[in-house]
């Protein structure tokens, strides 16, 4: 079932797994900095990335760096540097950028007999990017920081919200059905969906395109409309898979960025992403029926 090609490979996301909790809850910046060189240091080592891979990460980091120098470079510079580190982001967010050697650690199982065969990666390229957005946009909460009871009420209920939107057309779509589980995967599942994948995909979109159109859009909806626009194109980059589900990802995209504008919270976005997969997970059929 687990298909591990290179077990020394995963010791790198031991550390990216810190590298994230790190990157959210420790404010002293040399701290964060020091863990992320560590971590890129062993899966250079390792081979989880090859020396391509710096020119990408090295871009970004710079990118990022100038962008959230604000007030000290002209608006121009600024604009610039924003758009590049979103093209630079989506690109590694797509695994279109090359030098990664990201670990697939489930190989084309069907979690049940109606589900369509799951495969599963462990990816180092989208979590450094939301590491390397929050490391140098300064973000310095510290997990006391957080009102954590609003914060998960929140979550969980953009969450809940969310699949009571979605249940009928999904269902009605026959692309999932009904199909409760707790597959022996669950936790490797749990782990690569929380610390990679919502985390990686809530920063860019929610924090860091959400939330400076927020600022930008500074009119009586402007917040409304920043989380429009960003929920569309969370559904574009979804558009690969399907139209049904770049559809499907503006509905949930929505819910996300309502979560992250209502309680001004990175965490709550990432876990109203969680909750919504998790339901995916385990109530329905996982990825997608085989018809």
């Not at 779509?173 to 669950?186: A, G, V």
């Not at 139209?243 to 209502?262: E, M, N, P, Q, R």
């Amino acid at each position: 079932m687990f298909s591990l090609f290179n077990p020394t490979l995963l010791l790198t996301y031991d550390f990216l797994v810190l590298c994230v909790i790190a990157s959210l809850f420790v404010s002293n910046t040399r701290i964060k900095i020091g863990i992320l060189i560590f971590t890129i240091a062993v899966a250079y080592a390792i081979g989880s990335i090859s020396l391509l891979s710096f020119i990408p990460i090295m871009g970004l980091s710079l990118s990022c760096y100038v962008y959230y120098r604000k007030g000290k470079l002209s608006k121009s510079l600024q604009a610039t540097a924003y758009i590049v580190t979103l093209i630079i982001s989506l690109g590694l967010l797509l695994h279109k950028i090359p030098g990664f050697n990201n670990v697939k650690i489930i190989d084309n199982i069907n979690i049940t007999s109606s589900s369509a065969p799951f495969s599963m990666w462990l990816n180092f390229d989208k979590p450094v990017v939301a590491i390397i957005i929050l490391l140098l946009s300064g973000y310095s909460l510290t997990f006391k920081d957080r009102d954590w009871n609003r914060l998960i009420k929140v979550a969980l209920l953009s969450g809940v919200s969310c699949i009571a939107v979605l249940i009928i057309p999904v269902l009605l779509t026959d692309i999932i059905n009904y199909d409760p589980k707790l597959p022996n995967i669950t936790p490797i599942w749990i782990i690569n969906m929380l610390f990679f994948v919502c985390f990686a995909e809530e920063v860019l979109f929610r924090y860091f395109i959400q939330g400076n159109l927020g600022k930008i859009l500074k009119f009586k909806y402007g917040q409304y409309v920043s989380i429009v626009i960003t929920s569309i194109l969370f559904g574009l980059v979804h558009l690969p898979i399907g139209g049904i589900f770049a559809v499907f990802a503006f509905i949930t995209g929505l819910a996300y960025g309502y979560s992250y504008y209502k309680t001004k919270s990175i965490e709550a976005a990432i876990l109203t992403h969680f909750t919504v997969n998790f339901i995916h997970f385990t109530i329905f059929t996982y990825p997608v029926a085989q018809s």
